[in-house]
């Protein structure tokens, strides 16, 4: 008999819960927040279910007293639907479902069931390869970058890639998402099997649910024979679900239910189909906000996001652009037949002030188009297009390199000021003035950003 523990604030409804519980069997203990610490601190439990919002101790600190003191048993949480970015925080500190109050009994005892099940399989391995770059040498060689960002996103590969996990994979567009999920693939059991990668993006709305989930003959109108989706293609191996924000609603339920069940049911059919696939999902938008904004399911976004790996953009790992160059240079010589041997110092310092908004994609295409016109010998400063030349002239604080540290020491408040004067003029100008819109490009409130613009108004003036 499985023993939970059930923690809330509202008795009459934790006693209501705990009732159904135990008539399917399952062994609990109610508490609310001090109470549950408590037990958990004398007892074991097989699995928690916790409420967020409690007075006291809230689902916080329950969530964080399981993950020390018993990090394997899994914790579901409950909360209001009002509290969506609580919920994805509890998601991303490890809680192992999450469910809208008021809790459907039957959602709840599915949730046991199937975190009990999890529970049960091992864990991810919590330190397989202490040096990630190692981990990229043997199975992503060509996911290039040393810098420490990037470091951050090989350990985190290392450690999922050989799970079964849904990962959900977001920074900018150009900054490498689909290459990283390669190379999760890559390092995963299911190397050898398909992976196959969906744009949501790319396919007409109607047409996405056959997409995917294929069709039965006669399903409708056009529709004159069977048709594999793409799920089905994919079995035993992995799917990549590209540009996920923009999947449509009916589409997000139908994910919800093959994830939640493993199985698929095709456009006009009426049998479910047993399927092992493993779902990996990218985007460049901020998930959590169209969350918030009712664009995406809920629900569906804990289901995705287990793992959310951010692969930075460009600007915040300058200290790779000499790598990557070298890399694009080598590969479009060899491509267009060309023999240019590499950038002049200037050229390189040129390439790490710009903003690189298209990131990775936008400096590969800069560079095919360079060893195309140059032809040979080295790319110099005067070999830039004018936008690149002029931000290596404009500043008079250096901000190439900005996140290494020189060896003879910086002046990181300079830096930083200049850093900080740089974007917001740039978000001023993309956002043509508009001060809401500028202040959500920087992820500033309002008010921050005028307080910001006053004092710099006031330290020029000053000076
Ligand atoms: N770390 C890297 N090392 C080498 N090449 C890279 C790296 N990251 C990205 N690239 C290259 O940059 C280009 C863009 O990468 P990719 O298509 O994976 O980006 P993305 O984030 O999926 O972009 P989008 O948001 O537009 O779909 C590809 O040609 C890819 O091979
Ligand atoms: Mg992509």
Redesign the pocket.
Known sequence: MAKVLLCDDEEALCRGMARLLRSASYDVVIADGPGGLERLDHESFDAVVTDLRMPGVDGFGILDAVRTKSPSTPVIVMSGSAEVPDAVRAMRSGARDFLVKPVDLKCLEEALTAALGLSNTPAPVADPDPDPLAWRDRNAP????NHTA?QSVFSLLAQVADTDCTVL?T????????????SLVAGSARAKKPLVAV?CAAIPSGLVESELFGHARGAFTGATSTRTGRFAEADGGTILL??IGEMDPAVQSKLLRLIQDGVLRPVGDDVDQKIDVRILA???RKLDSDVASGRFRADLFWRLNVIPIE?PPLRHRMA?IPL?AE??IRRFNDKNRRAVTGLSPEAVAALKQYNWPG???E??NLLERLVILKGTGTVGLSDLPPNLRHTSAGHVTPLANVADLPTDGTDLRAILEAVEDRMISEALERSGGNKNRAAELLGLNRTTLVEKLRRKRTATTAS
């Open positions: 060509w996911l290039l970058g990037m994979i920074g900018e567009s150009g900054t490498g998402k689909e290459l990283v999920a390669k744009n590209d540009e990218a985007t460049n692969v790779d990557l890399h694009f990131n990775i994609r400096l590969e």
